[in-house]
C-alpha cells in the first residue's frame, strides 16, 4: 500500500521543492479519472480533491510517499473555454515542470479508455518524448468497457506506443472496481525507489515513512 500525504501546491517553477529526490507526474484530460485514480493508488478517498479546490486547479500538487519522493499531480487539461492566457500559462507551467525537472523519473498518463489518445494527449506525448523518461498509460473507467473491448484498446494502445516509439506501456485501470491497483503500485514504486516493505534507495526502512495518522490526513487540507 502506498501511503500519501499533501505536501505542498506550487504555482510557478521556482518554488518546485528543492531537495526532492524521486517524481512522478500525473496527467490527463480533465475528467479522464486522474484524482480517482491517485486516491485509489494512494489508498486515500479525498487525497487527489486537493487539485480541484479553486484557485489550485492550475497548480501542481505534491503528495508525498517518502521523504523526497513525490507524486505530482498535474492540472488537468482540455478545458474548452479556458482563455487563451490561462492555456499558455498552464503549457509554460506542465511543459517548463515535465521537460527540466531532473528528479521527474516518468509520467503516469490517464485516458478515459472510451477516448483514448485525444489531440491532447498527443501533445503532452509529443512534448515528453524528448526527455527519454518512461510514460505509463493509465486506461481508465475500464469498468465501462466488456472486457474484450477494453483489451482491444490496451493493444492499440500498446500498439501506439510502439509506433511513437516512447518507452511506454499501458494497462487496464478502474478506481471503483479496484482493477489494476497493483500493477500502477508497483510501477510507482520502481520509479520512486520505494519498494513493498523495503528500504528505499536512500537507506531509510520504508515503514519509518509510514504516515501515522493514515486515513484522513486529506481531511485537514481539504473543506
Ligand atoms: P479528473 O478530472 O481527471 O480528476 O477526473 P475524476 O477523478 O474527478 O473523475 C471524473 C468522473 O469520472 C467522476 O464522476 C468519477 O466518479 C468518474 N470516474 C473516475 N474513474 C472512474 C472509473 O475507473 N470508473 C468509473 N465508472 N468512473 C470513474
Given at each position: ?36 485514480a ?98 505509463h ?27 511513437i ?12 472496481k ?18 513493498r ?7 531509510t ?19
Amino acid at each position: 500500500m502506498l501511503n500519501a500525504q499533501f505536501y505542498t501546491t506550487v504555482a510557478q517553477l521556482a518554488d518546485l521543492p528543492a531537495d526532492s529526490e524521486a517524481e512522478v507526474a500525473f496527467a490527463g484530460r480533465s475528467n479522464a479519472g486522474k484524482s480517482s485514480a491517485i486516491n485509489a493508488i494512494a489508498r486515500h478517498r479525498r487525497l487527489a480533491f486537493v487539485s480541484k479546490i479553486p484557485g489550485r486547479t492550475q497548480h501542481l500538487n505534491f503528495f508525498q510517499i517518502a521523504p523526497r519522493r513525490f507524486l505530482v499531480d498535474l492540472p488537468g487539461y482540455g478545458y474548452a473555454r479556458a482563455p487563451l492566457g490561462q492555456q499558455r500559462a498552464w503549457q509554460s507551467l506542465i511543459g517548463g515542470y515535465l521537460a527540466r525537472r531532473p528528479a521527474l523519473r516518468g509520467l503516469i498518463l490517464i485516458m478515459d479508455i472510451r477516448h483514448p489518445f485525444t489531440e491532447l494527449d498527443r501533445q503532452l506525448l509529443n512534448w515528453f518524448a524528448p526527455t527519454g523518461k518512461p510514460v505509463h498509460i493509465l486506461l481508465s473507467k475500464a469498468d465501462k468497457l466488456s472486457r474484450n473491448q477494453a483489451i482491444n484498446v490496451l493493444r492499440t494502445a500498446r500498439a501506439l506506443l510502439d509506433e511513437i516509439r516512447l518507452g511506454g506501456s499501458a494497462q487496464l485501470f478502474s478506481g471503483p472496481k479496484q482493477q489494476g491497483l497493483e500493477e500502477a503500485e508497483a510501477v510507482l514504486r520502481a520509479w520512486l525507489g520505494v519498494p513493498r516493505g523495503g528500504v528505499a534507495d536512500d537507506g531509510t526502512a520504508e515503514t519509518a515513512k509510514k504516515n501515522p495518522a493514515e486515513g484522513d490526513t486529506a481531511g485537514q487540507t481539504v473543506p
